[in-house]
């Protein structure tokens, strides 16, 4: 997997705490992790954002990324908060390998759709069950492709305001925006992004620039791909486990091995 992801690593958490609503991502992960024991094992696990929390529960809590500014942010959270149970590996979540076996592997937020072909989410899924104990759980997440939102994506989008939030640090605002462009044939998206920060007069103080590349995934698409590398999915439609059903834009997978 060649790194695609490119995110200011100083943005991410308040981007996902006060810019974006809450996704309930963090307890639903943090109850499984309470249930399943240590240890535990995150792919794509960032800055930290769901990792943290579930440390602090005293798990025994891994974490891989292939992004070190992100690890970076993580490994000062960790510190700071005193935590001896994280541990930090920058790697690909394709080329993995740890001497421990798991009690929970889990993959969220999207970062299973940084790998952009059915060659690499094989090896990853194949990594998972190789790492997971017999009785253990993986759990994963991805976005329901809208056909509406893909369809006006073929064509050329001028930038689409996301949302304005503070900087904590310095009481600015900030205005994240965004463009998307989609490959129908490779089921690709290339996102862009872009931040304001703005002072009160509205003159621009910083600007800053991001960019990834994902591969959308549909449902039975999933759970087909599951199944082939050994997994028995159930597959829900929001972090509270409601039906699949489209609307809600995600699919969340718990799967064990077969």
Aim: a negative charge; proline letters at 4%.
């Amino acid at each position: 997997m060649e790194p695609n992801f490119h995110y200011p690593a100083e943005y991410y958490d308040e981007d996902y705490s006060l810019g974006m609503p809450n996704r309930g991502d963090i307890e639903f992960y943090k109850k499984y992790a309470i249930q399943a024991g240590a240890p535990v094992l995150e792919l794509g696990c960032g800055t930290g954002r769901i990792l943290i929390p579930i440390a602090q529960e005293g798990i025994e809590s891994h974490g891989l990324d292939m992004s070190r500014e992100m690890l970076g942010v993580c490994e000062t959270k960790a510190r700071t908060l005193k935590l001896q149970n994280v541990h930090l590996k920058c790697s690909s979540m394709d080329e993995f390998d740890y001497p421990e076996r798991f009690s929970l592997i889990y993959i969220p937020f999207r970062s299973f759709q940084h790998l952009l072909t059915a060659e690499e989410q094989i090896r990853c899924l194949s990594l998972v069950r190789k790492h997971l104990k017999d009785e253990g759980l993986f759990i994963m997440d991805v976005f329901a492709p809208n056909i509406n939102k893909l369809a006006r994506y073929v064509q050329k989008q001028d930038w689409e305001k996301e949302f304005s939030r503070k900087n904590e640090g310095t009481e600015s605002a900030i205005t994240r925006y965004y463009q998307a462009r989609a490959d129908l044939a490779t089921q690709t998206l290339q996102v862009t992004m872009k931040w304001e920060e703005r002072e009160e007069d509205g003159s621009v103080i910083a600007r800053k620039m991001g960019e990834f590349k994902l591969r959308y995934i549909f449902r039975y698409e999933l759970e087909h791909l599951l199944v082939r590398c050994g997994f028995e999915p159930e597959i829900y439609g929001h972090f509270d486990q409601r039906p699949y059903d489209y609307i809600s834009g995600e699919i969340v997978a718990i799967c064990r091995k077969k």
